[in-house]
């Protein structure tokens, strides 16, 4: 996460879907949210608590979704008020590289928004999200449908938020596929595989905290906004969405069928060097046990001369032969 330097206001108005570039000042905001012949789009980067009450108090914003948009541990939701609606939503990353590796290389950040009759209203805790491209993008979608409704605003915002989810699951997913090569090469995995896997599960579990909401948040969406007439385009998103969501299901079985697979293998191999270990000490057993009795201070065949130093040898490589022979066959060595 990028912590904005100071807080600051992106904003953007679009007259019959064309937009107007305009500058908008704090004093100006409310005029141009109210304004039936304009969509508006006001964007705050890090606000303090009393410049986001102030606009709230301007815009009729209920208090406890103001205090929501500012805490620092909120859950995807879609809330309604008075009639309005208050979201928030994650876009997540994943960092190319990362210093402690079992902390994970997954990152979030937050948008918070509120949906007014005439525009919408975004707060951001940083500068991770592109919002200036994501409005001009606004701008080739309200020409394209050639609509000037608040949904295409919210539409064009979510799309950008999903497909960050889908990039951040194709990741994960290659960061699986790489344990599972590791996992079934030649020698087993190295020393650092467990940390790895801690990794990648650590980060698929956090991602599922942001994707799986988004189903509930979209399709309270959908009933609030279009519940009189289908739209297309939050019908794809939520496939999209229910796409997402199922992949990281997917993916947590995957992990957790990887890290099982580990451990079978880890006992596997450890039955190998038992089995080995145990036949080893079969085929020494034989020549300790014949040069202890011929190393006995009793009476035996062959004492005191060669044959019974001939017969001691031909029993220790005959046994010891015949030991190896059967371990071999029964796959212990």
Known sequence: MRPATSAAIHARTWIDGEPVDTDLEPATIRHALEDPSTLCWIDLVAPSPEQLGHLADELGLDPTTVEDALAPHERPKLTEIDGRLFFVVYATDMESRAEDREAGRL?????????????????????????PRIMANADRELAARSSDDIGVLVHVLFDYIVDGHFETIQLIDGDLEDLEDELFAEGGPGPEFSAKAYAVRKDLAKLRRYVVPMREVVLGLIRHEFADRPDPWFQDLMDHVLRASEWTDSLRDVIQNLVETHLQLQDSRLNTVMKKLAAWAAIIAVPTLVTGWFGQNVPFPGEGNAAGLIASIVLVVGLSASVYVVMKRKDWL
């Open 107 to 131: 990152q979030t950040s937050r948008v918070s928004g509120f949906l007014l009759d005439h525009g919408l209203v975004t707060v951001r805790l940083d500068e991770d999200i592109d919002i």
